[in-house]
Each structure stands twice: as structure tokens, then as C-alpha cells.
């Protein structure tokens, strides 16, 4: 498929997307997106579309292609849940920044791996594994004061939760551990 045609299916899912909170919108008076909200909710999810294009362009092995989409879907869900609601706390809560580290963990390997399988599942490997770190310093080292401190954050909830999306940076890197050894079987065949 061209680019032009992918830019094409990635805007249309963007908009088909978007019709979903309009919808809300139109008929829930609690519904309390702005014209703003709709825009970032746009740039996020034509950005993780693109992304994905991008990268799932570089090969043709399913493995591969799928552990594109984990590591990206694990990016927007990162960002979404981070801005809508905050990860530890409230979105209020300035622990909550340490999470952009994350990203540039995983932005940064796929970099430096050239976006080939190995490196690719290091770097996802590493964005798990750098997700654990940071939840938990925002949970047990950098304890906000103030307005920005959250008595009534359940330990339980906001561990299991972060451990799913560890989770997801894991199971992208398993992926591209999968492409790597398939693309060396078929080397080595």
C-alpha cells in the first residue's frame, strides 16, 4: 500500500475515532470535552497511526509488524491515561512527568537499534523495565506535598494498573524477540 494511501486510512480511523466522544458529547451533558481536547485527542491518535505506518513498513514479518503495534499502542496508552487521569495520583500530580521517560527510553532504542527486531525488543524491554523504576519512585521515593499530595490513592489500584502497562512494553518486546529469531531462521535457511 502507498504512503499516500495509509495517511489516508490512518486520518479516516482518526476521524471514526473521534466521532465516538462527539457523539457523547452531543448527548451527555457530563461530557465535558473542549474544541482543545478533540484536538489533542486527534494529534495523539493521528501521531500513533503514523507511527505505526512507519515503523510497520520497515518489515514484513508479522511478529514484527505486531510488536510495532503494542509499542505504540503502549505509547498512546501511556500518554492518554497520563494527561486524562495521571498514572500515580491525579494528572495533577508532578510524579506523574517522570513517566515521559518511559517514551524516550523506547524512542530513543528504537533509534539507536535502527528499528531492527533485536534492538527493538531490547528497547521495548528496557521501556518496561524503566516503567517499573519510575512507578516506583513516583509512588515510594518522590511523595508529593501539598496540594498535589493524594491521601486516598489506593496502593493496590494504581500498582496493578501500572503493572499492565509494564506489561504491554514487555509483551512488544516478546514480539520483537520473535521477529529477530524468525528473520535469523530464515538467514540461516
Same mark, same amino acid.
Given at each position: 500500500?502507498?504512503?499516500?494511501?495509509?495517511?489516508?486510512?490512518?486520518?479516516?480511523?482518526?476521524?471514526?475515532?473521534?466521532?465516538?466522544?462527539?457523539?457523547?458529547?452531543?448527548?451527555?451533558?457530563?461530557?465535558?470535552?473542549?474544541?482543545?481536547?478533540?484536538?489533542?485527542?486527534?494529534?495523539?491518535?493521528?501521531?500513533?497511526?503514523?507511527?505505526?505506518?512507519?515503523?510497520?513498513?520497515?518489515?514484513? !514479518?508479522? +511478529?514484527?509488524? /505486531?510488536?510495532? %503495534? $503494542?509499542?505504540?499502542? @503502549?505509547?498512546?496508552?501511556? =500518554?492518554? &491515561?497520563?494527561?486524562?487521569?495521571?498514572?500515580?495520583?491525579?494528572?495533577? !500530580?508532578? +510524579?506523574?512527568? /517522570?513517566?515521559? %521517560? $518511559?517514551?524516550?527510553? @523506547?524512542?530513543?532504542?528504537? =533509534?539507536? &537499534?535502527?528499528?531492527?527486531?533485536?534492538?527493538?525488543?531490547?528497547?521495548?524491554?528496557? +521501556?518496561?523495565?524503566?516503567?517499573?523504576? $519510575?512507578?516506583?519512585? @513516583?509512588?515510594?521515593?518522590?511523595?508529593?506535598?501539598?496540594?498535589?499530595?493524594?491521601?486516598?490513592?489506593?496502593?493496590?489500584?494504581?500498582?496493578?494498573?501500572?503493572?499492565?502497562?509494564?506489561?504491554?512494553? @514487555?509483551?512488544?518486546?516478546?514480539?520483537?524477540?520473535?521477529?529477530?529469531?524468525?528473520?535469523?531462521?530464515?538467514?540461516?535457511?
Amino acid at each position: 500500500m502507498t504512503l499516500s494511501k495509509s495517511i489516508l486510512r490512518v486520518a479516516l480511523g482518526t476521524g471514526l475515532l473521534l466521532l465516538i466522544p462527539l457523539t457523547a458529547k452531543l448527548f451527555l451533558s457530563d461530557m465535558l470535552w473542549t474544541l482543545s481536547d478533540f484536538v489533542f485527542a486527534g494529534v495523539l491518535l493521528f501521531g500513533a497511526g503514523m507511527t505505526f505506518v512507519l515503523i510497520a513498513r520497515m518489515s514484513n !514479518n508479522a +511478529a514484527y509488524r /505486531l510488536g510495532a %503495534g $503494542v509499542g505504540v499502542a @503502549a505509547g498512546l496508552l501511556l =500518554l492518554w &491515561a497520563n494527561m486524562a487521569v495521571g498514572l500515580v495520583g491525579s494528572e495533577d !500530580n508532578p +510524579a506523574n512527568l /517522570l513517566y515521559v %521517560g $518511559v517514551l524516550a527510553v @523506547a524512542l530513543i532504542g528504537s =533509534l539507536v &537499534a535502527r528499528f531492527r527486531p533485536l534492538g527493538m525488543s531490547n528497547a521495548m524491554f528496557a +521501556a518496561s523495565l524503566t516503567y517499573v523504576v $519510575v512507578t516506583a519512585i @513516583a509512588l515510594f521515593v518522590w511523595k508529593p506535598t501539598g496540594a498535589a499530595a493524594e491521601p486516598n490513592v489506593h496502593l493496590l489500584n494504581v500498582l496493578v494498573a501500572n503493572g499492565v502497562f509494564a506489561a504491554i512494553w @514487555a509483551v512488544s518486546g516478546w514480539l520483537f524477540r520473535r521477529a529477530s529469531t524468525s528473520s535469523l531462521n530464515q538467514q540461516l535457511a
